[in-house]
Nanobody
Framework: QVQLVESGGGLVQAGGALRDACATSGTVLSITDMGWYRQATGNQRELVANIRSGSANQYADSVKGRFTISRDNAKNMVFLQMNSLRPEDTDTYYC???????????????????WGQGTQVTVSS
């Protein structure tokens, strides 16, 4: 059973920095996209940043130049460095990965989307 486990988040003043990390557990054959989304209660989940090997990193316009996504392929981990935080960055942040796992009962391997449990980032003004 594959799981994504997040760490990080927290409370910081405007202009401060935080770093989120997301670790993958379970049997993983391959991972394409790894990324971070955020969602406030009652709102849609929106892409913050995405990283895929061999492609340019994607960022939401609102975080370009402030946030940096990175990935450790050997450890199947993804990170989000958040600098120059603003009150409007306050949200619950979720990591995402598209993962190939072994098939069940000798079936073919399968691609699925997986999500972390979410971490709260709060930026005070």
């Amino acid at each position: 059973q594959v799981q994504l486990v997040e760490s990080g988040g927290g409370l910081v003043q405007a202009g401060g920095a935080l770093r989120d990390a997301c670790a993958t557990s379970g049997t993983v054959l391959s991972i394409t996209d790894m990324g971070w989304y955020r969602q406030a209660t009652g709102n849609q989940r929106e892409l913050v940043a995405n990283i895929r090997s061999g492609s340019a990193n994607q960022y939401a316009d609102s975080v370009k130049g402030r946030f940096t996504i990175s990935r450790d392929n050997a450890k199947n981990m993804v990170f989000l460095q958040m600098n120059s935080l603003r009150p409007e960055d306050t949200d619950t942040y979720y990591c995402h990965a598209r993962i190939l796992t072994p098939g069940q009962s000798s079936g073919a391997p399968r691609w699925n989307n997986y999500w972390g449990q979410g971490t709260q980032v709060t930026v005070s003004s």
